[in-house]
């Protein structure tokens, strides 16, 4: 007999079939012609803002060694457009729905995620607290644990569903933010968003990017991330979702087994469209490998003497 | 959107800059328009990874041909390349041109490697028996490339070139007035330059001509998941932000938001 194989994880309320999805910003429906949505671990459409956003100046992209920055500045259609028709879009397929949210204040995250959590058919919400707090002193939320944990905690105070926190890598001691999001009540974190990075063309000895700076992706940040979701698994219990340059599924397998429950994919569909669930197949080739018939059994699995 | 591996079948310099590219395309089931690209892996390695746009130059029956010019990285990789190896790249992507088959002669303004996106053009008004005019423009002699392919194609072909002095605004502009007094322009069509696309819109919008112009901006996905390569259109609406990749690259003259 062969021995199924189980790649179920759960976070929270959420049953994920599979630890694999796409990374907010990097997944659209217009993938749908590419891979099979029913096929992933959850669906996480871009960052949605309350008010319709035009975004930055072009170029919003540049390539550097094995990565590269980006600054598309949250383009968003808005609130009233996500409700009507991204929410409804995605909601036909089985994989459970992620809203990722994007605001410039805790007020401003409270009141939309009271009108997206509430929605039936969202199953969770993912903060991006890597924006910048425009209430504030204009730093991202997540680079402050005092501003984590109070935003989450009034989110939490809106809504039942489960609360990912997306932490910010660009700070000191990212254990001291996941902390403070846990105890503002989030459900699971996700380690992390880009990590903020600039490029010159030396040739115009200008930017390489429209906004001068970006957000940094792909395989050259993946140690770091690694070292991260290390980092946060030793001093909180909470579900991690590791996130950035994962290419394969080795890539994939590192962060499970550094302590991550399920892993986003951003960078590497758009080289190669099927990246998502080559990843589930090269994971479950390894589990076989290994007669390792439950990922839960991977996860944080990191041999240290 | 979908990933395919097609036999490379050569893979030439053809100028100093520019390098010429055939593909076996039999395998592919979806049909390809002038105007539309492709999204290219330029190496057999992992690096540089992100894949580059390039339009398709030529369609024949079982191959399509891409002209490219060696600028960085990624097609200083695409050189190296070689005949047997196979190609990957996404596509067909795009919206490509749209070609009046009752048009009686169409302008193309093409600057530098913006031929290699507009020839294909051509090749259907050949097709269509819409007659072609053809502005080329470029640094020098070397780099005007598809000029004998047009006027294979037998289409009334206008070199200039910095090298001859004779690429500046005001000159195009006058060939382009000759070029309308003579003929009967149903559609002019512009890729490769800021320049002549402004000069190219306005005697559009002088002319009541339509128009379509190929943009080019740095790429993401190409799968219109990632918003990075954008550009404005006038709608009755406003000023309406479009991705490059999935509402264009090919977008009215006319409407297009020229920076
Ligand atoms: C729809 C479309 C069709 C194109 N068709 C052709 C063609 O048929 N032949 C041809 O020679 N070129 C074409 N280009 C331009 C071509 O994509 C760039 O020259 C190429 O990406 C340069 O890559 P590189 O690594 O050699 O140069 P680098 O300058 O080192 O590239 C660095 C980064 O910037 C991006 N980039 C640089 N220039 C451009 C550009 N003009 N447009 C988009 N991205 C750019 C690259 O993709 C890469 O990510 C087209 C561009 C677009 C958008
Ligand atoms: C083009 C682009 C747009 C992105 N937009 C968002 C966004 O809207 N919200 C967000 O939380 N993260 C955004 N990200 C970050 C990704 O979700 C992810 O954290 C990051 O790219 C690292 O993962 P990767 O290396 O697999 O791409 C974006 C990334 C890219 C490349």
Request: aromatic share 6%.
């Amino acid at each position: 007999m062969i021995a199924q194989l189980n790649t179920e994880i759960v976070i929270g309320s959420l049953k994920l079939k599979n630890p694999i999805m796409p990374a907010s910003g990097a997944f659209g429906p217009e993938m749908k012609d590419a891979i099979d949505f029913n096929e992933l671990g959850a669906l996480v459409p871009k960052s949605i803002t309350r008010l319709p956003q035009p975004g930055n100046r072009t170029p919003r992209v540049c390539e550097t060694t094995a990565g590269m920055i980006n600054s598309i500045g949250i383009q968003s259609k808005g609130l009233d457009y996500y409700m009507k028709y991204t929410i409804p879009e995605f909601a036909a397929y089985s994989a459970p729905l992620i809203s990722s949210i994007s605001a410039d204040s805790v007020d401003e995250f409270a009141e939309m995620s009271e009108v997206i959590g509430n929605h039936p058919d969202v199953d969770a919400l993912e903060l991006n607290i890597s924006c910048p707090n425009l209430k504030g002193n204009g730093e991202a939320f997540g680079m402050n644990a005092e501003v984590t944990e109070s935003l989450i905690q009034a989110v939490k105070n809106v809504t039942d569903v489960p609360l990912i926190a997306k932490l910010t890598p660009n700070v000191t001691s990212i254990q001291d933010i996941a902390l403070a999001a846990e105890a503002g009540g989030a459900t699971a974190l996700n380690v992390a968003n880009t990590l903020l990075a600039m490029a010159i063309d030396t040739e115009s000895r200008r930017p390489l990017i429209g906004n001068i700076m970006g957000g940094f992706s792909g395989p050259a940040v993946k140690p770091v991330i690694v070292r991260m979701i290390y980092q946060v698994s030793q001093v909180t219990n909470l579900p991690i979702i590791g996130c950035g340059g994962i290419m394969n599924g080795k890539d994939a397998l590192e962060m499970i087994i550094a302590g991550a429950s399920a892993v986003q994919v951003g960078t590497a569909s758009f080289i190669y469209p099927t990246a998502m669930p080559d990843i589930l197949e090269e994971i479950k080739d390894y589990m076989k490998r290994h007669a390792i018939y439950d990922i839960n059994e991977l996860v944080g699995s990191i041999q240290v003497d | 959107m979908k990933q395919h591996f097609m036999p490379i079948i050569s893979n030439q310099q053809v100028s100093s800059r520019y390098w010429h590219m055939v593909v076996d395309s039999s395998r592919l089931t979806s049909p390809i328009e002038p105007g539309q690209f492709f999204h290219i892996r330029c190496s057999q390695g992992s690096f540089p990874f992100l894949r580059r746009p390039f339009s398709i130059y030529r369609i024949n029956e079982s191959t399509i041909e891409f002209l490219y010019l060696v600028k960085g990285e990624g097609t200083q990789e695409m050189t190296h390349l070689q005949a047997g190896e196979m190609l990957d790249v996404v596509g067909p992507l795009g919206v490509g041109f749209s070609l009046d088959k009752s048009a009686d002669t169409i302008l193309l303004v093409a600057r530098g490697v913006g031929i290699a996106t507009l020839a294909a053009l051509a090749q259907e008004a050949v097709e269509k028996n819409v007659k072609c005019a053809a502005i080329l423009s470029a640094r020098s002699k070397d780099d005007l490339l598809a000029a004998d392919l047009l006027q294979g194609f037998g289409a009334e072909v206008y070199k200039v070139t910095e090298e001859d002095g004779t690429s500046d605004v005001a000159n195009v502009e006058e060939i382009i007035r000759g070029i309308l007094k003579r003929n009967k322009i149903d559609g002019i069509y512009t890729c490769g330059s800021r320049r002549l696309s402004r000069l190219s819109q306005n005697i559009a919008n002088e002319y009541h001509i339509p128009g379509e112009i190929a943009l080019e901006e740095h790429m993401g996905c190409a799968m219109g998941a990632c918003f990075a390569c954008v550009c404005d259109v006038k709608e009755d609406t406003g000023v309406k932000s479009v991705r490059v990749c999935l509402e264009g690259p090919v977008f009215s003259l006319e409407k297009v938001v020229l920076g």
